[in-house]
Every structure is written in structure tokens, then in C-alpha cells.
């Protein structure tokens, strides 16, 4: 009975210890904000609105205090938003419907850098997937897999960023970006067991595409989208916890985005 009881107890202690560690990991890190700010020069398609912010009311008011009230319209697929499966697939969730547990978990960052910035038309494939396993390990199952092109940094040059500045569909003609391949976003489907995809770009398809192949692929198995992430450079290869809250639009096909990545401290 001693002995016994004495078991439980150094069982008990031990996971203790395992509790106070976690708690520990979790008090020492930082949050990284992967967001751009919506403003008037917001990045979006050429064929949708800007994002609009106007004043309601600002200043002191007739009872003698201040008040700011303003109002915005936005399309749902501009700045750093989520798409959800309804975007490309008629039976898909509209982004209400996705659930707590599929927009957060742990998180791979793939850096691709090195060939989108010599080649703005590059596409994703999976021996980029392959080159990222030989060095960290394998991609591991329900992972949020976001994809760094290095095009963040043009973002407040939108010629640069998306191959344009012309509105309307003779700007969609030249769009310019990379993006993931169609099969290689299978391979992440059928292979690894991915949760979501993320990318710095306008789209996750890249800037040439015409049927949008990616997204259609990715959505037909359940698989949400970020795209135009902020500050990619900064985030690890591996080891960090993603929380990508999209605003809960009843019925919407996307909706504007605050991506945040926990980085634990070693
Ligand atoms: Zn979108």
C-alpha cells in the first residue's frame, strides 16, 4: 500500500512538472502580428472596391464629451483575409461555419524566397515541400503550412506587389505573383493531412492563373486559405502556434483576417 501510494505520488509530481513546464512555454515567447492594416491603400483585386473608412462622428459632442464613430465597406477578399471553401466550391462552408479548431494550430513557415524573387511567376511545388522536410523534419499532420514568397516587402508598392496598377480585368491579365501549384496542394491534402494554407501574395493560386486551380483544389477537400500575410520574414521554420480569426460574416466566402503566430522561447 505504501509503495504504492508512494507511486502516485511521483507520478502526480511528475506531471506536475509537466503542467509547469507547459505553463512556462507559454509565459515566455511572443505573438506576431501577420496583419496588414486595412486602410485606403489596401491591396485588392483589380476587379473590386477599395476599402472604404469614413467618418460618422468625431469631436466633442453637445453634451461636452468626446465621441469617434466611423463606418466601413469592404470586399471580402482584399488586404490580409481568409478564404473559406465556399469561395470555389458551391456545396462549401461560408466562413462562419468554420470552426475555432480549424483556423488555430501548430504552423510550418516554407521559405521560398530565393526563387519567387528571381522568378515572379514561380510556382509552389512539392520538391519545395521535399526540400523543407530534408532540413526540418516531416510536415506535421493537420499543419497550417504558410508559404513565404518574400513579396511582402513590396506591399506599399502595389505595382511591384501585384504586376499592376490598372483596375478591371485588363489589370487581372496582369497580374504577376507566385503561387502554390495545383498538385502540389493536392500533395498536401492526400499526403500530409494540412489544415490551411497560407501565402504573402494576393492569391493562392499565382497571378497568371485563369481557372484557379489551386483554390478549387484546396476547397473541394476542406482546406481554408490566408492570403496577403505580413512580415513572413519573421516567422520560424517551425515550432510556433497559429491563431487565424477571420470576421465571422454569416454566409461569406471570405473575410478580412487578424493573423497572429505565437512563437514560444526555446
Ligand atoms: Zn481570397
Known amino acids: 500500500m ?8 511521483a507520478l502526480s509530481l511528475a506531471g506536475c512538472q ?3 513546464d507547459r505553463t512556462h512555454d ?8 501577420l496583419t496588414w492594416d486595412y486602410e485606403a491603400s489596401t491591396i485588392y483585386w483589380p476587379t473590386n472596391e477599395t476599402f472604404s473608412h469614413d467618418t460618422v462622428s468625431y469631436g466633442i459632442n453637445e453634451k461636452g464629451y468626446f465621441y469617434a464613430s466611423f463606418s466601413y465597406a469592404a470586399e471580402e477578399h482584399g488586404g490580409t483575409h481568409f478564404d473559406a471553401p465556399l469561395h470555389f466550391s458551391e456545396n462549401g462552408r461560408s466562413v462562419e461555419q468554420i470552426l475555432p479548431g480549424e483556423f ?12 519567387t524573387l528571381v522568378d515572379r511567376d514561380y510556382l509552389i511545388g512539392t520538391e519545395d515541400f521535399m526540400e523543407w522536410e530534408h532540413r526540418h523534419g516531416r510536415i506535421p499532420g493537420q499543419a497550417i503550412v504558410l508559404l513565404h514568397t518574400g ?22 491579365r496582369e497580374l504577376h505573383f507566385p503561387g502554390l501549384d495545383p498538385q502540389a496542394a493536392l500533395w498536401l491534402i492526400n499526403e500530409r493531412n494540412i489544415k490551411a494554407v497560407g501565402i504573402d501574395t494576393p492569391s493562392i493560386d499565382p497571378g497568371q492563373s485563369e481557372d484557379f486551380r489551386t483554390h478549387r483544389t484546396l476547397f473541394s477537400h476542406n482546406v481554408t486559405a490566408y492570403e496577403n500575410i505580413a512580415h513572413l520574414e519573421l516567422v520560424p521554420a517551425k515550432d510556433f502556434y497559429v491563431v487565424a480569426a477571420p470576421m465571422k460574416i454569416k454566409g461569406g ?7 497572429l503566430v505565437w512563437i514560444p522561447e526555446d
Open 26 to 33: 507559454w509565459d515566455r515567447g511572443a505573438w506576431l502580428d
Open 253 to 259: 466566402s471570405g473575410a478580412p483576417l487578424r493573423l
Open 151 to 172: 513579396f511582402g516587402q513590396y506591399w506599399k508598392d502595389p505595382l511591384q506587389y501585384t504586376g499592376t496598377l490598372k483596375p478591371g480585368p485588363e489589370g487581372v
Open 2 to 9: 505504501k509503495i504504492h501510494i508512494i507511486i502516485v505520488l
Open 18 to 20: 509537466n503542467v509547469r
Open 104 to 115: 488555430t494550430g501548430k504552423g510550418i513557415c516554407v521559405d521560398v524566397s530565393k526563387k
